[in-house]
């Protein structure tokens, strides 16, 4: 059978969703995209610059039949705004797939988890497909996957810190109660991170300065579907158990004696 | 007549409706998305709307974001 991640009514063979910031072009987003094999890539909302209209347009170079289009509430810091930037996005005709993120503070963009809440009740009655950044805290996956959000999306650690996951006990017992599915958003450095993440069983990972702002953030996007593929099938497969002592690999027996 | 248009102030002609402003400043109607006092304006009815002066009026689009 095949392994699929599936979010809302849609399934997806790539378990890695990324970014479109912080590329040098569109070009360059494109190409790393491309490389990555993910399916889904995250977007912000943000005015038209009246005076500059850049004649070029992020979708214009990603096409959204190719890919699912997923829009974020980056920069919001209130319910209401991250409420109103989903709405915004929604009549864009991309879907009703969006990233819920409401920001507590602009130091650690930690999330306002009261009103990530908040927000997250309001956009599942209004029939999006709620996917909630949140703290690696397993009250609020609890909370937000019985409010109806489609997944919840912990962070590994602070948004472009690239610190890799900073407390994985806690997404342990995020997995162990999780309903829906859990994909680790923000904080992963590089390819290892990820695989990490994937060997605890995550069921994805969202990334986008990891890549972006690698040296070669093309080589990069390749490591990362390489260490999320790896990750998944070493989960998949069921690791050995860690033990004190060796035991040998080569048969004790015939041994030249 | 006076609109805040992206929460500035810009003087328009009168009488303009939202699909002709927009094709005024050259912004593809395709790729963004307006709202008026608050309210989502459809793409559809970017033609039939008409400013008034006071307006607050939003355009937006996607760009990278993570």
Redo the contacts between chains.
Sequence with gaps: MEDLLKLGDKSYRSRLIV?????KDFAE?RKAIEVSGAEIV???????N?TD?N?E???DYLDPKRYT?L??T?GCYTADDAV?TC???R??G?GKMIKLEVIGDDKTLFPDIPATLEAAKILVKEGFVVLPYINDDPITAKKLQEIGCAAVMPLAAP??SGLGIRNPYNIRIILEQATVPVIVD?GVGTASDAAIAMEMGCDGV????AIAGARDPILMAEAMRLGVDAGRKAFLAGRIVKKLYATASSPIDGILG | MKIH????E?EIADGLSIAQLLEE????SG???V?LN?D?V?REAHGSTLLKGGDAL?????????
């Design positions: 970014g479109t910031g912080k590329y987003t995250t977007v912000a909302v943000r005015r038209v009246i209209p004649k347009n992020l979708l289009i829009p974020n980056a109103r709405r915004l996005a009549e864009a991309v948004i472009g923000a969202l990334m986008n300065t | 248009l992206n929460g500035e810009k400043l050259q912004i593809r790729r963004v998305v709202e608050r989502i459809s939003e355009v937006v689009h996607f760009v990278g974001g993570g």
